[in-house]
């Protein structure tokens, strides 16, 4: 065809295609979904859309998101915020060769920095690493036990664990300290610690972090401590366990991958 028309083929391909109404609805579409999500690549926007309505792939989207220099945004670089040099006792990682297979079976903990105006804060999180849900979490001032005992006691609250649980963390201070210690041991909940200078042993925890740093603390600007908790908290409630798609959970959230599960339970 080409050489019936005297075009060659790098000129045919170069021809500006005309979009079908339905493309130009994708496209406003996709940018709508990337406006709202704009941490989003190609791989989360897909399943967004679908929930959408939209049957689309990948290959197209990526394709649409080059086109219109959608680009999502970058993350910024934190700090290290585990102390491990003290005389408390450290447990051996019983996490490593463990893979849930249904709810508070495993959780993972742990401790990250917050930037005020003039100030820095915490904020402690709890983790059910069967569907990626927080269960349990504090931001407050001070990087002392009372902060992670409160997102462990919130957890326990909502979850009540049954004994056997594996509480996973690093080997910070806090969650190493004997009022933490002990009141895992009241609940019967199995003691797992990474191993020293490993940081992937508590991989998903620290993930969860990079993504609540991301999406939500580096965006804002926090002036007070109570500001910081409510929107903290508005982030990890609404966004992340019932909105946000989680790529391991294969692009739901957390709180459908949980009602998806009880679902199957009951059924069978």
Same mark, same amino acid.
Request: proline fraction near 4%.
């Given at each position: 065809?080409?050489?019936? /028309?005297?075009?060659?083929?790098?000129?045919?391909?170069?021809?500006?295609?005309? #979009?079908?109404?339905?493309?130009?609805?994708?496209?406003?579409? @996709?940018? *709508?979904?990337? @406006?709202?999500?704009?941490?989003? *690549?190609?791989?989360?926007?897909?399943?967004? @859309?679908?929930?959408? *309505?939209?049957?689309?792939? #990948?290959?197209?989207?990526?394709?649409?998101?080059?086109?219109?220099?959608?680009?999502?945004?970058?993350?910024?670089?934190?700090?290290?915020?585990?102390? /491990?040099?003290?005389?408390?006792?450290?447990?051996?990682?019983?996490?490593?060769?463990?893979?849930?297979?249904?709810?508070?079976?495993?959780?993972?903990?742990?401790?990250?920095?917050?930037?005020?105006?003039?100030?820095?804060? %915490?904020?402690?999180?709890?983790?059910?690493?069967?569907?990626?849900?927080?269960?349990?979490?504090?931001?407050?001032?001070?990087?002392?036990?009372?902060?992670?005992?409160?997102?462990?006691?919130?957890?326990?609250?909502?979850?009540?664990?049954?004994?056997?649980?594996?509480?996973?963390?690093?080997?910070?201070?806090?969650?190493?300290?004997?009022? %933490?210690?002990?009141?895992?041991?009241?609940?019967?909940?199995?003691?797992?610690?990474?191993?020293?200078?490993?940081?992937?042993?508590?991989?998903?925890?620290?993930?969860?972090?990079?993504?609540?740093?991301?999406?939500?603390?580096?965006?804002?600007? %926090?002036?007070?401590?109570?500001?910081?908790?409510? #929107?903290?908290? *508005?982030?990890?409630?609404?966004?992340?366990?019932?909105?946000?798609?989680?790529?391991?959970?294969?692009?739901? /959230?957390?709180?459908?991958?949980?009602?998806?599960?009880?679902?199957?339970?009951?059924?069978?």
């Amino acid at each position: 065809m080409c050489a019936i /028309s005297g075009l060659s083929r790098a000129s045919l391909y170069r021809r500006p295609r005309r #979009e079908s109404e339905w493309e130009m609805n994708l496209r406003d579409a @996709l940018h *709508g979904a990337a @406006l709202e999500n704009p941490f989003y *690549g190609y791989r989360r926007l897909t399943p967004e @859309l679908k929930q959408r *309505g939209w049957d689309v792939g #990948e290959t197209r989207i990526r394709r649409m998101m080059r086109e219109d220099n959608l680009l999502r945004l970058r993350k910024r670089r934190t700090k290290n915020t585990i102390d /491990s040099t003290h005389d408390l006792r450290v447990y051996p990682n019983l996490a490593g060769s463990f893979t849930p297979t249904g709810l508070n079976q495993l959780w993972a903990a742990d401790i990250t920095y917050i930037r005020l105006g003039h100030e820095f804060v %915490y904020a402690a999180v709890v983790l059910d690493l069967f569907s990626r849900r927080v269960v349990g979490w504090s931001v407050g001032p001070s990087l002392e036990t009372e902060l992670p005992l409160a997102a462990l006691e919130q957890a326990l609250t909502t979850r009540k664990p049954e004994p056997g649980l594996i509480h996973h963390s690093d080997q910070g201070t806090p969650c190493a300290s004997h009022k %933490y210690v002990d009141k895992l041991h009241t609940k019967d909940i199995q003691i797992s610690m990474s191993r020293k200078g490993n940081p992937y042993d508590n991989a998903f925890a620290e993930s969860f972090m990079k993504t609540l740093k991301t999406e939500e603390v580096d965006c804002n600007e %926090y002036e007070t401590l109570a500001e910081a908790q409510a #929107e903290i908290g *508005g982030f990890i409630e609404a966004v992340y366990n019932r909105k946000r798609l989680h790529s391991a959970l294969k692009y739901v /959230s957390p709180a459908e991958f949980e009602r998806a599960f009880a679902a199957r339970k009951t059924a069978a």
